[in-house]
């Protein structure tokens, strides 16, 4: 069955230390989406790729970076300058072939990262 | 700034009963309007989408109604079953004119509960 895999789906991480969360699809979609989802709220974007080697910013991509070095996999390092203390990260895609389309994206799991 | 808001942030509904749940949005870009469910610990899951051209789009128990001059759209759930107990999400997305990329905009978030 085509999906996303994120993993892992728990990580605790150290204050000053820099963690990496991995998304892997196979659904051959052209665009990668990561989010976070705070408590009692909705999903912002940390990063997007259109396209392979090529990302563009989000609304909260402060303390966070990512690579695009392979069409299915998109993963994204979370920094020391990140002080969120825990939230879920959402890993999306979506194709963007079709032209003006309804393209949906499709979400992972996600992964709940915790600061010891 | 929220671009897409949400109401209510929690609902409570007898099964049987109509579960609606309401967005706004101010960005007059934006060309589709998906809605998400997401069950505890899974990444959410698209339910249904509407396009601006159309007021009504039903899914078996799900139907949006879109009221483009007020820019609101809400989602009724019809016989609503403790199954659907869930949060749920709307969202938002700039067409291509727009110059952008069609990422998502999401509203804060529902959580829904069905008592039997």
């Known amino acids: 069955d085509g999906g996303i895999t994120q993993s892992p789906k728990y990580l605790f991480r150290k204050e000053g230390q820099n963690v990496t969360l991995s998304c892997e699809q196979n659904?051959?979609?052209?665009?990668m989406y990561w989010y976070r989802q705070d408590p009692g709220q909705g999903l912002r974007l940390i990063y997007y790729?259109?396209?392979?080697?090529?990302?563009q910013k989000g609304d909260i991509a402060e303390g966070y970076s990512v690579s695009r070095e392979k069409k299915e996999s998109f993963p994204l390092t979370v920094t020391s300058a990140q002080k969120t203390p825990t939230a879920f990260y959402l890993c999306a895609s979506s194709t963007l072939r079709g032209g003006d389309s309804n393209q949906p994206q499709h979400f992972g799991d996600g992964t709940r990262l915790s600061i010891l | 700034q929220q671009q897409v808001k949400q109401s209510p942030q929690s609902l409570i509904v007898q099964k049987g009963g109509i579960s609606i749940i309401n967005c706004a949005y101010e960005?007059?870009?934006?060309?589709?309007f998906p809605w998400y469910q997401q069950f505890p610990g899974k990444g959410p899951a698209l339910l249904i989408a509407?396009?601006?051209?159309?007021s009504e789009k039903k899914e078996g128990r799900f139907t949006i109604s879109f009221n483009k001059s007020a820019k609101q759209f809400s989602l009724h759930i019809m016989d609503s079953q403790p199954g659907d107990s869930a949060t749920y999400f709307c969202?938002?997305?700039?067409?291509?004119?727009?110059?952008?990329?069609?990422?998502?905009?999401f509203g804060s978030g529902t959580q829904l509960t069905v008592l039997p």
């Open positions: 790729s259109q396209i392979v080697n090529d990302f």
């Open positions: 509407i396009r601006p051209d159309v």
């Open positions: 969202a938002a997305r700039r067409g291509i004119s727009s110059g952008s990329a069609r990422q998502l905009t």
């Open positions: 659904l051959n979609h052209d665009a």
């Open positions: 960005n007059t870009a934006f060309d589709y």
